[in-house]
């Protein structure tokens, strides 16, 4: 049964990594995601391919926070989830320069989510005075 299950394990991992390999490999390229145009420029995280991203995006739907940071927001997709549910302030932080302009071209390929804050960021470093309470991938007010 351990090896079994170990062998489960490899194989889910060595799919995954192919995805991410696949993923990488293609960009630049543009994807659908829940209505929203995304963009993945080369070196950002394809949000497509993450089970994590896209369950968070599904779950953000049961929150309406006053207001949010995206930490390390790569697209911009978990900020636009955001704001499609009507979260009033939302910032978008990351310190990879390839991803605040990727996030830029994304929130204007969706001018729908507007407005979105973007700071080129080390974590939430120039913004923690305006927040209260501290999660793992966003930070809700």
Request: charged share 20%.
């Amino acid at each position: 049964m351990l090896l079994t299950n170990k062998k489960i394990h490899n194989d889910y991992r060595s799919k995954r990594l192919n995805q991410l390999r696949t993923a990488y490999n293609k960009q630049p390229y543009t994807v659908e995601l829940d209505g929203f145009r995304i963009t993945v420029d080369k070196g950002v995280f394809p949000p497509d391919v993450s089970f994590a991203t896209l369950k968070l995006g599904e779950l953000l739907r049961n929150y309406h926070p006053k207001s949010a940071i995206d930490i390390g927001t790569g697209t911009g997709y978990l900020a636009f989830v955001l704001r499609r549910i009507g979260t009033p302030i939302v910032y978008a932080t990351d310190i990879h320069s390839p991803a605040i302009k990727c996030v830029i071209k994304n929130i204007k390929q969706n001018s729908e989510i507007v407005p979105i804050k973007v700071i080129h960021s080390d974590l939430f470093c120039k913004l923690i005075s305006q927040f209260s309470v501290l999660s793992d991938f966003s930070i809700f007010h």
